[in-house]
């Protein structure tokens, strides 16, 4: 995990509010990814970003749900009018290369834990 | 999307036994990837596997491909209880891309 960042690593929002997760990818790498993680289940791939890019948002609910990863600063998740069901650990991956290098191993940050009351 | 399958899901032991959790999946892996989760924590990679055959080895950890690329396992020698923890596997999303597709882990607890 050593250099993938995410805070706030815990987040209490009640219903109907807006949580915002930030991840700062380990130096020199320009891939990050976001995977969600519900009680006692396996990750969930969510999006993949680049850079100001959007590759591949397949994984992430139509609605209330955004991210972004901005030339600077960090990658952001978004969730609006946030609802119980969003209660999840939210983590972070980033990688050096891109889909065309062959190269899948990511490096994951500790994760935020969202609770919604 | 490529269904990964681990087993078992709990898996409870004595420190210093022997144990092997397996991953398998009814489609071919591009490459497999193993990685630990401890509570309250992100999953660190442990190995990437990639040829068929292929046996991988961190101490006391073997990690073992399967000839057809369907199958892999991990096996622990003189587990100890800071092995305790989630194991997952994970490959690429459809074989394609970066995105990685997690099977549901072998939750491991080693007793002292």
């Known amino acids: 995990n050593a250099g993938v960042m995410q805070n706030p690593r815990h987040l209490v929002r009640r219903r109907g509010q807006e949580a915002r997760l930030r991840c700062s990818p380990m130096?020199?790498?320009?891939?990050v990814y976001w995977y969600r993680q519900l009680p006692e289940e396996g990750l969930k791939f969510m999006v993949y970003?680049?850079?100001?890019?959007?590759?591949?948002e397949s994984g992430m609910p139509k609605e209330r749900f955004s991210a972004e990863f901005p030339k600077e600063g960090p990658s952001i998740l978004r969730i609006q009018q946030v609802v119980r069901g969003d209660s999840a650990a939210y983590f972070c991956a980033s990688s050096p290369l891109g889909a065309t290098s062959g190269s899948y191993e990511q490096y994951f940050g500790p994760g935020t834990r969202l609770t919604v009351t | 999307t490529q269904l990964l399958e681990q087993s078992p899901q709990f898996l409870s032991i004595q420190e210093g036994e022997n144990l092997t959790v397996y991953c398998n999946s009814s489609?071919?892996?591009?490459?497999l990837q193993w990685y630990r989760q401890e509570p309250g924590e992100g999953p660190v990679l442990l190995v990437t596997v990639v040829t068929g055959g292929e046996v991988k080895k961190l101490k006391r950890l073997t990690f073992q491909f399967g000839d057809a690329r369907k199958d892999s396992s991990l096996h622990i020698t003189a587990a100890q209880t800071g092995d305790t923890g989630l194991y997952l596997c994970a490959s690429p999303y459809n074989n394609a891309g970066n995105m990685l597709t997690f099977g549901g882990g072998t939750r491991l607890m080693v007793k002292p």
């Open positions: 970003l680049q850079k100001e890019n959007i590759i591949d």
């Open positions: 489609s071919v892996f591009s490459s």
């Open positions: 130096k020199g790498h320009s891939h």
